[in-house]
């Protein structure tokens, strides 16, 4: 199979998520009401890798929290051509902490994922053992969580949630706490994993040069409140792609010059906002 071409089926027209004139505000602890986005449009298409960079309190992970069903809205989301109501069971969601259940073994970790559609016992196990040796832990299962490295337990996480086999991944800096080397491998085993078996995926992260290296588009949004979508740019990067490999490319550098470009500005203006609430 090629990695470059998408294998989503014909009968999945339509796009995977699509949000039009989404609106999402919250009332903080003083009472005052606050807007974190604002008319923002967004279209993923099945199979699409898109990556949401912006700065820090921009609204990257309400939008995650909107499409997941988790959070009120104005506006439409539409899953597949569907309005959203309620959670959106054909999403899977990646946090950047963990959630793994301490008293539980790796193997169990991943298993109990499958219980809410009726899987226990031998299958589930057996499907359990299967995600953990496509996620290099095959022999890994009789650990705790305690008893892993932060990139093992990552790796715990993503085989727990790719094995319910989502449509579509919501991924929040999931790889944030891990070090540079580490978090380089996650992303070369999560670009695996999504070329073998192509989900929708919308992955949140702070780190420009990682939604580069994974992403066939990345988007930027504003700095908040009423944060918006600024600026789109296709990454025409080859696939498949090695992260320490791709970021020695020249195209590499002129991509990650022009998405800076687009956001340098919204990092210092969120840098100056937070400043002057510090002082106020």
Known sequence: MDPGVSTASPDRAEPAVELRGIEVGFRLADATDYCAVRDVDLVIAPGEFVAIVGPTGCGKSTLLNAIAGLVSVRGAVQIFGTPLAGLNRRAGYLFQQDALMPW???????????EPAGVRGAKAREQAQSWLQRVGLGNFGDRYPHQLSGGQRKRVALAQTLI???????????????????????????????????????????????????????????????????????????????????????????LQRAIWADLRDEVMRAYASGQAGAAA
Do not use: C, Y
């Open 164 to 254: 319910r086999d989502p449509e579509i991944l919501l991924m929040d800096e999931p790889f944030g706490p891990l070090d540079a080397q580490t978090r380089a491998l996650m992303g070369d085993l999560l670009l695996s994993l999504w070329s073998a078996d192509r989900k929708a995926v919308l992955f949140v992260t702070h780190d420009l040069d990682e939604a580069i290296s994974l992403a066939d588009r990345v988007v930027v949004m504003s700095a908040g409140p009423a944060a918006r979508i600024i600026a789109e740019h296709r990454i025409d990067l080859p696939r498949p792609r090695i992260s320490a490999d791709i970021r020695h490319e020249p195209r590499f550098h002129t």
């Open 104 to 114: 539980k073994t790796a193997l169990a970790n991943v298993a109990v994922a499958l």
